[in-house]
């Protein structure tokens, strides 16, 4: 597991010109869609549970062939 920061998060993986806010990104985590943490009152994306989770759009088209 390794835990990082949302504004960490939303550089690393998002293109500047479509990066969602923090708002956005905590109730992607509270609703269960990004697999995080809530730690002492802030947020973090457990990052090795969201590379792992793949794309559910790519995984279809792989399967399909």
Request: aromatic share 12%; charged share 30%; glycine share 8%.
């Amino acid at each position: 597991m390794k835990l990082i920061t949302i504004p960490v998060f939303v550089e690393r993986y998002f293109d500047e010109a479509c990066r969602p806010s923090e708002f956005t990104v905590r109730r992607w985590l509270r609703e269960g869609k990004l697999p995080g943490r809530k730690i002492s009152g802030e947020w973090y994306v457990d990052e090795h549970l969201w590379l792992a989770a793949g794309d559910p759009l790519v995984e279809r088209v792989l399967e399909a062939g």
